[in-house]
């Protein structure tokens, strides 16, 4: 069906940049004997409607800031106008929202275990584990093998020591599901819950089931770090860490999708440095050691670096470039924008041109083709004449050929022969 469509269409793009030089792989034997960096296919890179995943605290800080208009128009100076909100408001909004997760999380799973038989100590216990206080990082996807969504398990151990860290303590709050027909996919979900019923201690995470777009949408509007781990390069582009950007979430992910454009220092952290290993063992217990080394080192020390007001000066810096930098670029304003430009106008103008004079050339071309197809059966060869023509290369060749000096072989030439032999 790829092939299909890539034949029936007038362009064609991947949804990312890596995604598009990935594609230019791929199809490169629809296009044999091309240069691969010149298979006629480019990228958009995906984007996301901010105002249906921005929370009520968010949008009120982006009005405050940018104006309630601020996605029916140009994005220009928002990223300047994000830049001018100072540290106190700013940190005091990313506390709002971590709040409002942590207690959309202890809602949504008191039921799910009541329903499995729990006590209600039990589900008051679980609802302990976390805190709206605490670095709060956050998981939730489909489980597919090439997402790697057990790579924080790599070690257990290690990353129960990290969650548990009594002076710099994290939770962290999973969701996401399985195909029916996926049993590996299945199987990621169940170390997950084995993981969490493990103790004492407890480690502080709660995996919640039944993972939906309106799940999605309360945890992108209040974790703290999003995490993404999945093999490169087969993340095409990726979107849901998108959409905490809108919301001051901080991504920390693999370099593949849309991070491989959108990292740099300022706004989070990456994982990978852009290499591609496959699914070679070796090569993902590397990458999870990297992840509990961003953690411990980076991520976490910064969060609970704080001032003399209590903020982490460090940490509200990188939420604010994260939002000013990213948001206006990875929206569906910025995306919708490309596709016009380099898609929908183009072909607009392109039909007008077809359609001019009520498509007169294309009346022309089938025309011609059927005027070919009728009469195709009655075209004769006529008398065909063969006149030998000396040029410039049979000219050098004859030289050659004959082994003479320059002065014998002209000898034999006409004036004309001579003169173009010369010029050569």
């Not at 961003?294 to 990188?318: C, K, M, Q, T």
Request: hydrophobic share 40%; glycine share 8%.
């Amino acid at each position: 069906m790829a092939y299909l469509a890539v034949r029936g269409s007038g362009s064609v793009n991947g949804v990312s940049r890596l995604h598009g030089q990935v594609s230019r792989q791929l199809f490169a034997p629809l296009f044999p004997r091309w240069p691969t960096n010149e298979v006629p296919i480019g990228h958009v890179t995906n984007g996301v409607h901010m105002p249906t995943w921005d929370s009520a605290e968010a949008d009120t800080l982006w009005t405050e800031a940018c104006g309630k208009e601020r996605w029916l128009g140009t994005t220009d100076n928002l990223e300047h106008d994000i830049r001018q909100i100072a540290d106190a408001p700013l940190w005091e909004f990313r506390s709002i929202c971590r709040k409002r997760v942590v207690a959309y999380a202890r809602e949504h799973v008191a039921p799910d275990m009541a329903a499995a038989g729990a006590t209600p100590d039990a589900i008051e216990r679980t609802n302990q584990r976390l805190n709206p206080d605490v670095l709060t990082l956050g998981f939730a996807r489909r489980f597919a093998t090439y997402k790697r969504p057990n790579l924080l398990l790599h070690d257990p151990e290690r990353l129960l020591r990290i969650l548990t860290n009594a002076q710099h303590p994290v939770q962290l709050i999973l969701a996401g599901k399985a195909h029916p027909a996926d049993a590996p996919g299945q199987a990621l979900i169940r170390e997950w819950t084995h993981f969490i019923r493990r103790g004492p201690p407890h480690p502080p995470v709660i995996f919640l089931a039944d993972y939906d777009m309106l799940m999605a949408e309360h945890l992108v509007q209040g974790v703290d770090v999003w995490i993404n781990t999945p093999r490169r390069p087969w993340e095409a582009s990726g979107t849901s860490g998108m959409k905490v950007l809108v919301n001051g979430g901080i991504n920390l992910s693999e370099l593949d999708g849309w991070w491989v454009e959108a990292y740099t220092p300022e706004v989070g952290w990456a994982l990978g440095g852009g290499q591609e290993h496959g699914d070679d063992p070796a090569w993902d217990a590397a990458e999870a050691e990297a992840l509990y080394e961003r953690l411990e080192h980076e991520v976490i020390p910064e969060f609970y670096s704080r001032d003399g007001n209590g903020i982490p000066v460090a940490w509200v810096a990188r939420v604010r470039e994260s939002m000013a930098r990213l948001t206006p670029h990875f929206s569906a304003n910025r995306t919708v924008r490309e596709y016009a430009e380099e898609h929908y106008f183009p072909v607009a103008t392109s039909y007008l041109a077809r359609a001019a004079e009520a498509g007169a050339t294309g009346r022309q071309i089938v025309d011609w083709q059927h005027n070919l197809e009728k009469k195709w059966a009655t075209l004769r060869f006529g008398e065909v004449t063969v006149k030998p023509r000396t040029t410039s290369t049979s000219l050098r060749l004859l030289y050659i050929s004959m082994g003479s000096t320059r002065t014998q072989c002209e000898s034999n030439f006409t004036p004309t022969a001579k003169r173009q032999f010369r010029r050569k």
